[in-house]
C-alpha cells in the first residue's frame, strides 16, 4: 500500500497551461465552435494554476490538514501527477464531499488524455496514493453521453447553449421574471425545497437551495429574479459570470418553481426567460443538473442547452 512519504515525484508535472491543454482535449466537440480557443485555454489555464499549486505547495497542504484535520500528515493532501497506463496520465487529489472527512473521494481532476472505460482499473489503482484516507470511490470527467457510462453512479452534468440561442424558445403566458430586489423570500424558497424534498426522499443529495449569502452575490450581479406565475411569486432564476469549463458563461445558481407552479411545464421556460434578461448573447447559459434528476435535465433540454458532459463515481476496493 501507497504510503505518505512515497507520493510520485513532481518532477515532471505540466505547467498549468499544459494542463488546460489536456483538459481541452477531453471536452464535448460542440463546445469547441462557442468560444475563441486561445480565450478558453487562457481561462482554463488560470483555473489549473491551483492544481499546480496543490501539487506543490507544502504550506498549503499544512493548512488543509489542519483545516480538515482528517488524520494523515500534511503532505497526503498534495495532488499528485502520476502515470497511469503506459499512454495515460493523471492528476489526483484526495476530497471531501460537503468538506465533511467522514466522505472523502479521489478527485481525476486533469487527464493526459479522455478516459475510457478500460483506464478505470488503472485509476484505481493510482489512486491508493490516497489509502490513507480510506476513499470508497474516485470521479473523473468525460464528455460522453450518460447512456456510455449507464452502469457507474453520476454525478452531475453540465448543460449549456449560447444565450443567443436560447431566446427565441415559446413561454407561457402570464410566467414573467423580475429583478430580485432582496432577499425576502427566502423563506419561500426554502419551503419549496422542502416539499419536493418531502416528496422525493433523494433530492437532497442532488439539488439544493443556494445560500442567502449566495443569493445576495447574486442580486448585486443583476442576475437573479423573482419568477411570477399569474401575479403570484413563483419561484427563484438566477446565475453568476464565471467561466465554466472554461467557457465564458452566466451560470445558473438557482432554477426554482414553487409548488403551485411545478407540474405545468413550465421549468424549461425559464431557462429562456433568463436567457432573454441577460445582455451578452455571445455568452454561454450554463449549469449543472445531477444526472439522477431527470425532470431537470428535461426541463434544460427541452430549453435548447446541450449536454456537454459530467463526472461520474467509480467504486474504490
Not at 466537440?29 to 487562457?42: C, F, I, N, Q
Amino acid at each position: 500500500m501507497t504510503t505518505t512519504d512515497q507520493l510520485p515525484s513532481t518532477t515532471d508535472l505540466p505547467t498549468a497551461a499544459e494542463l488546460a491543454a489536456f483538459t481541452l482535449e477531453a471536452q464535448h466537440p460542440a463546445t469547441h465552435g462557442w468560444m475563441d480557443r486561445a480565450e478558453r485555454l487562457g481561462n482554463l489555464t488560470e483555473e489549473h494554476e491551483f492544481d499546480v499549486q496543490l501539487a506543490t505547495d507544502l504550506d498549503l497542504a499544512a493548512q488543509r490538514a489542519e483545516f480538515l484535520n482528517a488524520g494523515p500528515a500534511a503532505p497526503a493532501y498534495l495532488n499528485v501527477w502520476t502515470p497511469v497506463r503506459s499512454d495515460l496520465h493523471a492528476m489526483l487529489s484526495i476530497r471531501f464531499e460537503g468538506l465533511d472527512v467522514t466522505k472523502p473521494f479521489v478527485d481525476v481532476s486533469v487527464t493526459s488524455r479522455p478516459v475510457t472505460r478500460t483506464d478505470l482499473p488503472a485509476l484505481a489503482d493510482a489512486a491508493r496514493v490516497y489509502a490513507a484516507f480510506h476513499p470508497p470511490r474516485l470521479r473523473f470527467w468525460s464528455a460522453a453521453p450518460q447512456v456510455d457510462w449507464a452502469d457507474l453512479d453520476p454525478d452531475r452534468r453540465v448543460l449549456a447553449a449560447p444565450v443567443g440561442d436560447l431566446r427565441g424558445h415559446p413561454v407561457p403566458d402570464h410566467l414573467t421574471l423580475i429583478p430580485t430586489r432582496d432577499t425576502g423570500r427566502y423563506a419561500d424558497a426554502q419551503a419549496a425545497y422542502d416539499a419536493v424534498d418531502a416528496a422525493h426522499p433523494h433530492h437532497p443529495q442532488e439539488a439544493r437551495l443556494l445560500s442567502a449569502e449566495d443569493l445576495q452575490e447574486c442580486i448585486d450581479a443583476g442576475t437573479m429574479f423573482d419568477v411570477h406565475w399569474r401575479g403570484e411569486w413563483a419561484g427563484y432564476a438566477g446565475t453568476l459570470a464565471y467561466p465554466q469549463l472554461g467557457l465564458d458563461a452566466q451560470v445558473v445558481q438557482e432554477l426554482l418553481l414553487a409548488p403551485h407552479a411545478r407540474g405545468r411545464g413550465l421549468g424549461a421556460a425559464l431557462s429562456t426567460l433568463l436567457a432573454r434578461h441577460l445582455p451578452d448573447a455571445e455568452q454561454l447559459l450554463s449549469g449543472t443538473i445531477h444526472g439522477r434528476n431527470r425532470g431537470a435535465l428535461h426541463a434544460a433540454t427541452r430549453a435548447g442547452r446541450q449536454d456537454v458532459g459530467g463526472w461520474w463515481w467509480a467504486p474504490l476496493r
